[in-house]
């Protein structure tokens, strides 16, 4: 394998000095454009002149032959493509990355100056002069062209004022001119001047306004009133504007379609409900409970805005897949001054019932592997009230691949979970769901059970039971809170060979003692990442979990050590962790993505440990990916033989970094090369395993591991493969651990992106 790594190497090296000389392919004719330069002279101070340099080269065209230290690559490959027998490389390597070479010839020098001129212009700068400048080198087979800007002093804003007229509309845009951003003293600015319109066009709108557009606006600039370069700005109404679109409408009716079906006839039996009209001929939605996600009343005036919220809330219910608001004018009911509208809302349902079953081949990084089952139902729209039932089972069987002591281990695992959404607030006190703008909270509840059993070691069964809000606060902005969270784990069928690993570890043996778990979870999620065209994109997602102080409180003062609830030892601990984000996008489709994970878990009172489940692991494909699920950690700790690490290498301290270059390689197929860091340590009396417990050497102490991987991205599904190897082992002897095993890879297979 190192000898492959160095052919690598060797080749690369010979591209790229290749690479460094491509004008012995550019024809004789010809002459490589190599890109322009701007120089901006003023006899004046110029405010941001940076930033008219940026927006005058984005002007510029075209756009010469990109560089990659100093060489062009892409260009190369185009050339050696173009050869009668180009071979399958440069084929593969010109698609991927091939160029296109720009000549001389390609560039036209008097139109750019028109354009430059015509954007100094825009910018307040009139009767600038702009001269090019052509430098050719015969020698290097290269042309670039400098352009010189003579920039005079620009017109400054002295006034802004709005035509004076006896129309209602002149008075709503009146209120509107001192919110305005153009103020006294800035440059004429013709994009500025552009959203201003667009500005006062969405407020009228939001006024009543149905028909208003912004073309309807127009702005004259008058400088006959001063000798020095300052200007009058005025805004009027165009000339003809039609009389509908200077008035504001009312909304007359709501007529809302709950079951609608497109390309039908709409019911016509109607139920009038809080003054809104629901048309169904049987009752598919209760209009109690559809008619606080309208928005739009009788009465009030047109707002697009309260038209979006209404479309958007209707949506997070979850049972429709179109919904249509149209407004019809009403001609007989308007008049000079007012007009009058028809609200019609059709909400296309999705079906009722549907069935999924889902067969997977398994693949984990700790070498488990084998089938699984997994079935679901959902039921929308349950009890008539967007409500939605989801039943969901799954099977699985999994047999440890490979060698060492755990080869041949199996396990079984069995679930079952119900989930019932209620699109409400359900709570003992009515809550004004008005208070929830953005959407209205929807309570879930579930409760799922859970069995397995893994070969020569127990069996472990568990019940889990929730009930909790979700909420959206804007669009990015979620919240999560679960007010009852309980969790009932029994270790049962234990071997002889898993009862002497608990008899042994006194840590291990405690955390599953606990077999009760009841609290509380809250979860909050910033998603900046919906803006996929954003250059910069940003996520974070904290939590809190907090468990066994009420049942503490109620039966928590008896002589047993530790207590019991019904029997039950219960688990008593607080634990918070965030998941930061960052995606760097440089290109269309490559990007750089980066993540920081910090968990703490700290168990007080009835817990000495954190239980089990909740404890923190290192490795696998959505952590340290060099290192197998579990086996990292905790701290510098070096597990005797494998029977017990799979349950050692754990704690509730947990630290991690990752980085990855994302790039096309294909439709729907990408590359990733990858840097991870992290491990999981434990503190206080958690720490009981040599090396396992956190200090001041933490940052000695991370597993780092690099690697390259493939992913499928199929419209948002992601099938990923990666290959990692370690860098810095902390389980090696000091000395010993930074060493790339590059011999030794892990393969992770995953579905989805690992931040």
């Given amino acids: 394998m190192k000898s492959y790594f160095k052919y690598i ?6 591209v790229l000095a290749q690479s460094c000389n491509v004008k012995k392919f550019v024809p004789e004719d010809e002459l490589l454009y190599t890109g ?9 101070t110029i405010k941001n002149k940076s930033g008219l340099e940026t927006e005058l080269n984005s002007v510029l065209r075209p756009q010469p032959n990109s560089k990659f230290l100093g060489m062009q690559p892409g260009l190369y490959f185009h050339y050696k493509a173009q050869r009668e027998k180009p071979g399958f490389i440069n084929k593969f390597l010109n698609k991927q990355i091939g160029e296109e070479p720009v000549y001389g ?26 001269i090019a400048s052509v430098n050719r080198k015969e020698e290097k087979k290269e042309m670039s062209i400098g352009y010189t800007a003579d920039v005079p002093t620009p017109y400054l804003l002295e006034n802004y004022k709005l035509d ?3 129309l209602q509309v002149y008075k709503d845009i009146k209120v509107q001119i001192p919110e305005s951003p153009i103020n006294k003293g800035m440059r004429f600015d013709l994009s500025a001047l552009k959203l201003e319109r667009e500005r006062i066009d969405q407020n009228l709108k939001r006024q009543g306004y149905y028909n208003f557009n912004s073309g309807f606006l127009v702005f004259e600039a008058d400088t006959n009133q001063y000798d020095q370069k300052k200007f009058d700005l005025f805004l009027r109404l165009k000339k003809d504007v039609p009389q509908e679109s200077i008035i504001p409408y009312r909304i007359q009716e709501v007529n809302v379609y709950p079951n609608y079906e497109v390309g039908t006839d709409s019911s016509s039996t109607n139920t009038r409900y809080a003054e809104k009209n629901f048309y169904q001929d049987e009752e598919f939605f209760k209009p109690k409970h559809l008619e606080p ?11 697009p805005q309260i038209s979006s919220n209404t479309s958007r809330r209707l949506g997070g219910i979850g049972a429709y897949k179109f919904i249509n608001i149209s407004y019809k004018e009403i001609d007989s009911l308007s008049t000079d001054s007012l007009g009058v509208l028809e609200t019609n809302i059709y909400l ?7 069935v999924r079953a889902e067969l997977q081949a398994v693949t984990k990084s700790n070498g488990f592997t084998g089938p699984s089952l997994a079935l679901s139902y959902t039921n929308r729209n349950l009890f008539r009230g967007g409500e939605i039932l989801n039943l969901t089972g799954d099977f699985g069987y999994e047999v440890q691949a490979g060698g060492g002591t755990q080869a041949g281990l199996n396990s079984i695992q069995i679930g079952a979970e119900g989930e019932l959404i209620f699109p409400r607030v359900l709570f003992p006190i009515d809550i004004n769901e008005d208070w929830f703008s953005y959407s209205i909270p929807k309570t879930r509840t579930s409760l799922g059970v859970n069995y397995l059993k893994r070969s020569q070691l127990f069996s472990l069964a568990s019940i889990s039971a929730r009930f909790g809000y979700t909420w959206r606060a804007n669009r990015f902005i979620t919240h999560e809170f679960n007010p009852i969270s309980l969790n009932y784990v029994n270790l049962a069928n234990t071997s002889a060979e898993f009862d002497t690993i608990l008899e042994d570890n006194a840590f291990l043996r405690s955390s599953f003692n606990q077999e009760f778990i009841a609290g509380l979870t809250y979860s909050f999620t910033y998603n900046g990442m919906i803006d996929q065209n954003l250059r910069h994109q940003f996520f974070v997602n904290s939590t809190l979990d907090i468990a066994g102080n009420l049942i503490d409180a109620v039966s928590g003062n008896g002589e047993e050590d530790p207590q019991t609830f019904l029997g039950l030892e219960y688990a008593q601990y607080a634990k918070a962790d965030v998941d930061f984000r960052y995606h760097l996008k440089v290109g269309d489709d490559s990007k750089i993505a980066s993540r920081v994970f910090a968990g703490y878990g700290l168990p007080y009172g009835n817990s000495t440990v954190l239980p089990f489940t909740k404890q923190y692991f290192a490795g696998g494909p959505y952590s340290v990916r060099a290192f197998n699920t579990r086996s990292l950690g905790p701290g510098t700790y070096t597990p005797e033989d494998d029977t017990g690490a799979f349950f050692d290498q754990a704690g509730n301290v947990r630290l991690e970094a990752n980085l990855e270059y994302r790039f096309p390689l294909f439709p729907y197929l990408y590359g990733a090369v990858f840097a991870d860091a992290g ?7 958690n720490s009981n395993l040599d090396g396992g417990e956190f200090s001041n050497d933490f940052m000695n102490e991370l597993g780092i591991g690099t690697g390259f991987g493939l992913r499928v991205d199929i419209q948002s599904f992601v099938i990923r493969v990666d290959l990692a190897a370690p860098v810095h082992d902390p389980s090696l002897q000091e000395g010993q651990r930074w060493e790339f095993d590059y011999a030794n890879p892990v393969l992770n297979f995953a579905i989805g992106y690992p931040f």
Avoid: C, H, M, Q
């Avoid at 322009?36 to 004046?44: C, G, L, R, V, Y």
């Avoid at 010839?105 to 307040?124: A, F, Q």
């Fill in 164 to 166: 004076t007229d006896s």
């Fill in 105 to 130: 010839s390609d560039v036209d020098p008097i139109r750019t100056e028109d354009l430059l001129k015509n954007r100094l212009e825009n910018r307040g700068f009139f009767y600038s002069s702009v």
């Fill in 348 to 354: 296309s349902p999705l079906k009722k019932r549907s």
């Fill in 36 to 44: 322009a330069s701007i120089e901006i002279k003023s006899d004046t």
């Fill in 9 to 14: 190497l060797l080749l690369i090296g010979l």
């Fill in 293 to 303: 996600y309208v928005l739009i009343n009788e009465g009030d005036l047109y707002n």
């Fill in 679 to 685: 491990n999981v340590w434990n503190t206080g009396e």
